[in-house]
């Protein structure tokens, strides 16, 4: 067991799960973080999702890394992940059409996610199977974890809800605030069209 899990590698797969995680210290991925994080529910299922395709793509290009034309690398990996997604929203759309709806095109934008194909060339491709597995699984789930705080206070202050279920009576007004439920870019139409700003005239 201990060699399954050296110093070296508890801090490969641990590193990424505190604030050093990629979409806090360096705001990548934050597209998808802002989209996808109105209910928790799907923010649960993208965070696993990005996991899964970030740990199973490292494991891949690790592999093959030896074999890949250096000139043509980034394709490859691309290639890797787009099976990867294709699979995942397959399944996804099988088992759990309501959250595949919710999540849109946002599980289709994994395969241009900018911290796994960072994890991919700065890291699989110059580590093998094992460390790559723990590289991913830790910064999938470092994004996860990000994800889900931010659809908890989301849906929760949004809805007074989680998951669905009613946690907080419709009469108490801070927790149903319809701007914690809105995408980034309705913001201004919202604070337009509630008075809280003057529509443009432009």
Known sequence: MSKLFSKEQKEVFAGPLTLTTPVVAQVLGICAALA?????????????????????????????????????????????????????????????????????????????????????????????PWESFLDGVGNGLGYAWILVVVGFVRELLGSGSLLGFEIVPSDWAFFHNDMMTMPAMHLSSWAASSGRIAPSTR
Not at 39 to 68: E, H
Not at 104 to 109: A, E, F, I, R, T
């Open 36 to 128: 996808v994080t109105s209910q928790l529910k799907p923010a649960i299922v993208m965070g696993l999702s990005v996991t899964v395709i970030t740990a199973f793509s490292n494991v891949i290009i690790s592999l093959i890394r030896n074999t890949i034309p250096n000139r043509i690398r980034i394709i490859v990996q691309l290639v890797v992940v787009a099976a990867l997604v294709t699979i995942v929203s397959e399944i996804l759309k099988a088992y759990a059409y309501d959250v595949s709806t919710q999540l849109s095109v946002y599980v289709g934008l994994i395969i241009t996610n900018c911290i796994l194909m960072g994890r991919l060339e700065a890291f699989a491709m110059m580590n093998g």
